[in-house]
C-alpha cells in the first residue's frame, strides 16, 4: 500500500513564527502536492512538485515556499505564520494518473 | 482559472436512501472526472471515476452520471448507510497538466440511523 505521512497531526504556532511541515511518500512517485483544506472552499493546491528541487505554483502559494530535496519527502514551509494560515493542510502524492495519494493531514491552528 | 462547481456543501439522508452530489465544469478539455471520499481524521481517498465518453459509470451502491453536454456530472448513493458518511470532493483530471486534479468546494454527507 502507497503510504504517505506528515510530520505531525496537530501543530500550535504563533504569530510571525517559522513554521515547517514535512511529508513523506514511500512509493517513488514523481509527483508531490500541498493542498489546504478549509469548509466551504474544498482542497486548494499551494505548490507541487514533479520532481527533485522542481516546484510549481499552485492557486494559493502566497504566503507558503516548499522544498523538495529528496524524492520521496516535500516540505510546506510558513516562513511567517499568520492567523489566517490556521487551516488543515493536506500533503498527496502521484504517479501521472487521476489517483493522488493523501496523508492525515496536519491542522495548524496560528494564534 | 478552471474550476469545479460541487453542491450542495452539505447532505443528509435517511438510511436506505439516495444521496445526490452535483458538480459542474466549464474547461471542456477535462479528460477524467474523479470522486474522493474523505473520512473524518483521514485524507481524501479516489471513491471512483469517469471518463467523458461514457455516460454513466457504476460500482456497488455508488454511480456517476455524466452529461457532457451540459459539463455536469453527479454522484449517486443507492442504499445510504451511516458508514457513508464522509466529506466527498469532485475533481476533473487534465492529462499533460502537471498539476493534475482541480477538486470542488465538497459536500458533508451525514447519513441518519
Known amino acids: 500500500d502507497v503510504k504517505v505521512t506528515q510530520s505531525s497531526r496537530y501543530l500550535v504556532k504563533r504569530t510571525g513564527e517559522k513554521v515547517f511541515l514535512e511529508c513523506v511518500q514511500d512509493?517513488?512517485?514523481?509527483?508531490m502536492f500541498w493542498y489546504r483544506q478549509d469548509p466551504g472552499l474544498g482542497l486548494r493546491l499551494i505548490y507541487f512538485?514533479?520532481?527533485?528541487?522542481?516546484?510549481e505554483k499552485g492557486d494559493i502559494p502566497e504566503g507558503y515556499s516548499v522544498s523538495r530535496e529528496k524524492k520521496e519527502r516535500f516540505s510546506l514551509i510558513l516562513e511567517s505564520a499568520s492567523t489566517n494560515q490556521t487551516s488543515m493542510y493536506l500533503c498527496?502524492?502521484?504517479?501521472?494518473?487521476?489517483?493522488?495519494?493523501f496523508g492525515p493531514g496536519t491542522r495548524l491552528t496560528v494564534t | 482559472q478552471q474550476q469545479v462547481k460541487q453542491s450542495p456543501q452539505s447532505l443528509i439522508v435517511q438510511k436506505g436512501g439516495i444521496s445526490i452530489i452535483n458538480c459542474a465544469y466549464e474547461n471542456t478539455a477535462f479528460d477524467y472526472f474523479p470522486w474522493y471520499q474523505q473520512f473524518p481524521g483521514k485524507g481524501p481517498a479516489l471513491l471512483i471515476a469517469i471518463r467523458p465518453d461514457v455516460s454513466e459509470k457504476k460500482e456497488g451502491r455508488f454511480t456517476i452520471s455524466f452529461n457532457k453536454s451540459a459539463k455536469q456530472f453527479s454522484l449517486h448513493i443507492m442504499d445510504s448507510q451511516p458508514g457513508d458518511s464522509a466529506t466527498y470532493f469532485c475533481?476533473?483530471?487534465?492529462?499533460?497538466?502537471?498539476?493534475?486534479?482541480?477538486f470542488g468546494s465538497g459536500t458533508q454527507l451525514t447519513v441518519l440511523p
Open positions: 498527496a502524492s502521484s504517479l501521472l494518473g487521476i489517483e493522488q495519494y
Open positions: 475533481a476533473a483530471w487534465l492529462s499533460g497538466s502537471a498539476r493534475q486534479l482541480t
Open positions: 512509493m517513488d512517485h514523481e509527483n
Open positions: 512538485s514533479y520532481d527533485v528541487k522542481m516546484k
